[in-house]
């Protein structure tokens, strides 16, 4: 092979690269999309508008992390993958105290005018919901983050987002309602809020290595 067919042909292996690479990212950013418009309006319709802000406020931080920083493959793809399992298990963690303590029907009862017939969700399709198909559905998504795939690196954003405002959301809705009173939840939420920032940092430092 002489040296211009040799030239031509890395060329010609690196477009070609850079398409898969472009045509994985767009893959990645419309199941994204999809996926985010259909959780943030089933979290309002059928959690109210507190579950329903809190989903849309991390559907859009992932969004934004991963745009700016890990869509493409940079640095350690998988650098924050522990990190990412510990969230899930901290997330069931305090899923478990807030159904111990009644949290969907304590949400309720900060927020009745937002709580129209019908709307809420009961203790028992609490469980049904977070801990079991919402961790489920993080964990396949760690599946994929630990393939180092684009939709990956989205997943791990929207997981530690997640971590992050569940656990201050313990802590903001009492507020925003009014009133001083403790939410399920306050004694494990620091958990999932620390394990997701640090979660966080990691991300960012392996998308600038």
Known sequence: MTGTAFVATSNAGWHAGVRSMYSSQLFAAALAMVIMV??????????????G????????????GWAVSTRRRLGDATSAFNLYIATVVSLVMLYAEQWHGGFSSRLMQLFPDDYAPGVGITDHTFVAVFPLAGSALLLIG???????????????????AWGVLAGLSVYLYPLFAGRMSALPGMITAPLP????????RALTRSANP
Do not use: C
């Not at 259909?38 to 579950?51: E, H, K, S, W």
């Not at 760690?142 to 530690?160: I, M, P, S």
């Open 38 to 51: 259909t959780l943030d309006v089933g979290a309002y319709t059928y959690g109210g508008q507190p579950l």
């Open 142 to 160: 760690a599946l994929t983050y630990y393939h180092g795939t684009a939709f990956g690196r989205f997943a791990a954003w929207f997981t530690f």
């Open 193 to 200: 809020l620390v394990i997701s920032l640090l979660g966080i």
């Open 53 to 64: 802000v809190t989903t849309t406020a991390a559907s859009a931080l992932s969004l934004i």
